[in-house]
T-cell receptor, first 119, second 110 residues
Framework: GAVVSQHPSWVICKSGTSVKIECRSL??????MFWYRQFPKQSLMLMAT?????????EQGVEKDKFLINHASLTLSTLTVTSAHPEDSSFYIC???????????????FGPGTRLTVL | RKEVEQDPGPFNVPEGATVAFNCTYS??????FFWYRQDCRKEPKLLMS???SGNEDGRFTAQLNRASQYISLLIRDSKLSDSATYLC???????????FGSGTQLTVLP
């Protein structure tokens, strides 16, 4: 199956700083990447959908100026949490689907997640 | 009303027990249905897709009732390693987006 990596796996930062999270597809071309957020004991909530080379589509209630998403290549998408505050502390997970040769992946493959703690 | 609703549990069952999880979805245009498993502090992993005809994978059986907009997962002969949160997931077709239920927590006890 396809592999998606995320970096870093966890990060602790001070309030007001910005944090960048990388999501990479390792063995396939990720034409679409999805960013989710999960608070403790809650389900995954889709934040945004990004297609390579175009602007991300954000879900209602997600501030696009606070959560900057870049999907500049078929193997990399980044999420930057700008001016992070304690309420942004959460588990951020990316997923991707796309192509590997002649195989089209409709299934979403998830990265291992990034645990963000803002002090 | 939530788009995907699940019985939150928790379910605490002994090893070897049979346990069933239920899920309902509100969007009648939903096209694809899945059960994912999520271990604590880990990403969700696909357990199985769910088809109208029902499908089975070893000890796991999934059923879909489109008329009632209802999905189920049956786990037979529970193992300790089955302890996890089970997520009911629906794809409503838009940009391949997935909508997750809040999950049902299962603990299998020795």
């Amino acid at each position: 199956g396809a592999v998606v990596s995320q970096h870093p796996s966890w990060v602790i930062c001070k309030s007001g700083t910005s944090v960048k999270i990388e999501c990479r597809s390792l063995d396939f071309q990720a034409t679409t990447m999805f960013w989710y957020r999960q608070f403790p004991k809650q389900s995954l909530m889709l934040m945004a959908t990004s297609n390579e080379g175009s602007k991300a589509t954000y879900e209602q209630g997600v501030e696009k100026d606070k959560f900057l998403i870049n999907h500049a290549s078929l193997t990399l998408s980044t999420l930057t949490v700008t001016s992070a505050h304690p309420e942004d502390s959460s588990f951020y997970i990316c997923s991707a689907n796309g192509l590997a040769g002649d195989t089209s992946y409709n299934e979403q493959f998830f990265g291992p997640g990034t645990r963000l703690t803002v002090l | 009303r939530k788009e995907v609703e699940q019985d939150p549990g928790p379910f605490n069952v002994p090893e070897g027990a049979t346990v069933a999880f239920n899920c309902t979805y509100s969007n009648s245009a939903s096209q694809s249905f899945f059960w994912y498993r999520q271990d604590c502090r880990k990403e969700p992993k696909l357990l199985m897709s769910v088809y109208s005809s029902g499908n089975e994978d070893g000890r796991f059986t999934a059923q879909l009732n489109r008329a009632s907009q209802y999905i189920s997962l049956l786990i037979r002969d529970s193992k300790l390693s089955d302890s996890a949160t089970y997520l009911c997931v629906v794809n409503s077709g838009s940009a391949r987006q997935l909508t997750f239920g809040s999950g049902t927590q299962l603990t299998v006890l020795p």
